[in-house]
């Protein structure tokens, strides 16, 4: 039975005497969907261990550490990813609590969770896969380490119900002149860093190589000045992805480089665009669903002016691998 992240960790802990290891396990967007969650624990945990794992990976290296004492969050928007049901039924026979955020509550992934955690069941901003993979991240720091800013926290994820569609308005224009202008591009590459990096990651490989068909990579803004810095040029594409938060600055400095050398520069700072207005204890940790959320109109402008329906594909659900 589906259930709310609060009342979901309060079970777990009644039944586990003892929690030391969280796990996030998942595939492509879903995989990225879990970024947030796990970037905040690894920030603000003392003492927990996190991994974050591709689900194949999971379920061909498990680690070693899995067992009782161990939570494992999955993710799958339908709940069929084979290899993530499988990941899910793996730490059921550890002992692991087992945790599914799904769409779908009767699904495969769903029956190998011992609780289930839906998504994308109404219109609200935060109904999606990455605000409630991080709701679970912050009421298992909250209630096995206690996390002071919980109530800024919670807070937060209401009004940001309120800050998404003023954001998406002022984004709207940009979103369309971006795709008018860059639509026909061959290769585009996306740039962003701490808790923006994992919609970079899903932005390059769902959203731009796999529904556009666009040669694309992520590359991250600490990273660029370690070798992809080589490949910029006023010919060449990117999307930068300023984050709100301790890492801007790695972001902001890719920028800086990418001004002097290239030309054909997307920025979208959420800084501009009205992040900011959630708590300053909580507000980065919501960047990447922020993000997501405002790149997702420049996408379906994409789909236009390409004349590429979204759900184009020619090998993904046509063929057998």
Partial sequence: ????????????????DKITHVYFVACGGSYAGLYPAKYFLQSEAK??????????????ATPKALGKDSIVITQSFSGTTPETVRAAGIAQEAGAASIAVTYDAESPLAKNGDHVVTYGTTKEPNDNGHAKALWLA?????????????????ASYEKYNEIVP?????FAPTAKAWAEKYGEEKLIYVMGSGPNYGVTYSYAICLLQEMQWIHSSAIHSGEYFHGPFEITDKDVP????MSTGRTRALDQRALDFLHRFGEKIMVLDNEEMGLNALDSNVAEFFNQIFTAALLDMFYMDLCEVRKHPRPTRRYMWKLKY
């Fill in 1 to 16: 039975m589906a259930c709310c992240p609060k009342s979901i960790i309060e079970d777990v802990l009644k039944k586990h």
């Fill in 47 to 60: 003492d927990l261990i996190i991994g974050h794992y591709s689900s194949n990976e999971f379920c061909h």
């Fill in 138 to 154: 912050v009421e298992i720091l909250n209630q096995i380490e206690g996390y002071a800013h919980y109530d800024a926290f919670m």
């Fill in 166 to 170: 003023v954001a998406k308005e002022k």
């Fill in 238 to 241: 990117f999307i930068m992805m």
